[in-house]
């Protein structure tokens, strides 16, 4: 889902429900969506239809039942949420925002949007990506600042660090659901030429290998060692094991 792009609430179903029955709130365009493993926590951001006032929202009953939460970014001129995301255990939340004057912090809430606590300071900008592992620790951000790179942490925000650099650009990121994969699409600058890979780590992010495929992202973990990627061009990318060949 690009910013500024709506999606259509018959995608999102209750369970036992027929096609076509909404389950967003009502008067709410919704324009980005995170959902928990079991389904339980939905976590929207939108725009009411009334008067076009920006809300977040979250359900915690499989979309039940709605209650609207405060945005980090309320008290900011045309403060709005950029990226989000609902850890797989429900229990975390991640926002990225800008307004009218720049890019806003990242920001997490432990308690469903009760309160909310800075995770990472704003970078030039913010590229609405929100990449996290069931249990929140493994965070993953993409961003813009002189080119595109990839903020991580192991340690739900304590400590972070920057892929990507001179000469080097990293973006779309996955994170599997247990935080110990990291996938990163990537390209260099090698002697006026480009070098395409993908940048894969099995030890939660702290050491990389380049794999020659080009522009994976979207990776999507199975239990086990099978994966499904998409990849430039369009194409369905899939590995049995663990990443070494790929069809």
């Known amino acids: 889902q690009q910013a500024g792009q709506t999606i259509d609430a018959d995608l999102l179903l209750r369970p036992g429900r027929s096609l076509g029955q909404m389950i ?3 008067d709410v365009q919704t324009y980005q969506v995170s959902m928990s493993r079991d389904g339980q926590v939905i976590f929207l951001a939108g725009n009411k239809s009334s008067d076009g006032s920006a809300v977040l929202m979250i359900s915690t ?3 039940q039942t709605w209650r609207q939460i405060t945005s980090p970014y309320a ?30 912090d990242a920001m997490r809430s432990l308690d469903g949007g009760a309160t909310w606590q800075a995770l990472l300071a704003a970078p030039t900008q913010w ?16 961003f813009y600042s002189s080119g595109d790179k990839v903020a991580l942490t192991r340690d739900g925000g ?3 660090q920057v892929l990507g650099g001179a000469q080097q650009v990293w973006q779309n990121p996955s ?4 935080g110990s994969r990291v996938v990163v699409s990537y390209y260099t600058f090698v002697a006026q030429a480009v ?10 992010g702290q050491t990389f290998r380049l794999l020659p495929q080009k522009g ?3 990776v999507r973990f199975a239990p086990g060692t099978a994966y499904a990627a998409s990849m430039n061009g369009g194409q369905l990318a899939i590995t049995r094991d663990a990443g070494q060949t790929w069809t």
């Open 24 to 26: 967003s709130p009502a």
């Open 61 to 63: 009953d499989g979309a």
């Open 75 to 104: 008290s900011q001129a045309y403060g709005n949420v950029y990226g989000l995301k609902v850890s797989g255990n429900g229990q975390v939340l991640v926002v990225t925002g800008s307004s009218n004057s720049g890019y806003l």
């Open 127 to 142: 590229n609405n990506e929100i990449e996290m592992s069931e249990d929140g620790a493994v965070i993953a951000l993409s």
């Open 158 to 160: 304590a400590t972070w």
């Open 175 to 178: 994170v599997s659901p247990d």
């Open 195 to 204: 070098l395409y890979g993908t940048q894969w780590s099995d030890d939660y």
């Open 216 to 218: 994976l992202r979207g």
